[in-house]
């Protein structure tokens, strides 16, 4: 006996409901969960070994209140510089630098002496990510979401999980740089936006700012010791 298009169309509907998971939605298979957490250590990889200059805005939810700040980063390996709201960190001709703004206005700066090779800085921070999706019991689950994102869903409880509940991250395809972030944790969202980005960095985006303040007001500058005759340098050389 032939069954009527209804009937055959609400069997389908008893079927489908027997076979997927409680949620709406079948599970992604762990080997689905494994190509797309190599997807994102590619990336991630990418925007850490390419060249590029980006201007952002960080912003922090928590309830009704917010703050924001800009955001200028640039990677030209193996120097890279990051300002935030003021904030400098990075290297620059093999040297580590940071900067502080002060509260009377301006900033000091300091050199934390010859920067560690650039090949096993990308190797540690890229060994301490792929180590959250891995394991019988993975911290994470990573997601490809097409267009260059990525998301993160938190699997197990930890006290302070590095990318709170659930985090989306996007990757610039021409260039690499990370485009946009957000991070979801337990009572605040963190969302940064990449307002434009450059595939080569100007020499400015690439130079730490000097030490500087008002009139009247004092800073504290660490400077490398000069290098004494017949002395090993210790300005070092960039990594490559």
Not at 68 to 73: A, H, M, T
Not at 202 to 224: E, I, N, Y
């Amino acid at each position: 006996m032939a069954f009527s298009a209804s009937a055959r169309t609400a069997a389908a509907l008893v079927m489908l409901a027997a076979c997927t998971p409680h949620g709406g939605s079948s599970a992604p298979s762990p080997a689905a969960d494994r190509r797309s957490a190599d997807a994102l250590l590619a990336a991630w990889r990418r925007s850490l070994t390419t060249t590029w200059a980006i201007d952002a805005v960080f912003e922090r939810r928590v309830g009704s209140k917010h703050v924001s700040y800009d955001i200028r980063e640039a990677r030209r390996p193996p120097d890279h510089l990051r300002d935030a709201g003021g904030s400098v960190e990075g290297q620059v001709n093999g040297r580590v630098v940071g900067c502080t703004p002060l509260s009377t206005g301006g900033v000091t700066c300091r050199d934390g002496g010859p920067a560690p090779a650039y090949d096993d800085e990308v190797r540690s921070e890229l060994d301490t990510l792929a180590g959250y999706f891995s394991g019988t019991n993975p911290l994470y689950r990573a997601a490809s979401l097409g267009g260059g994102c990525f998301g993160l869903t938190l699997r197990r409880t930890i006290l302070a999980p590095p990318y709170g509940q659930t985090a989306r991250f996007c990757f610039d395809r021409a260039t690499g740089a990370p485009s946009s972030s957000e991070v979801h944790k337990r009572g605040s969202v963190d969302v940064t936006r990449a307002t434009a980005i450059r595939a080569k960095p100007t020499a400015a985006d690439l130079t730490p700012p000097s030490s500087s303040a008002p009139p009247g007001s004092t800073t504290t500058t660490l400077t490398p010791p000069p290098t004494q005759p017949g002395a090993p340098s210790t300005t070092g050389s960039p990594a490559t």
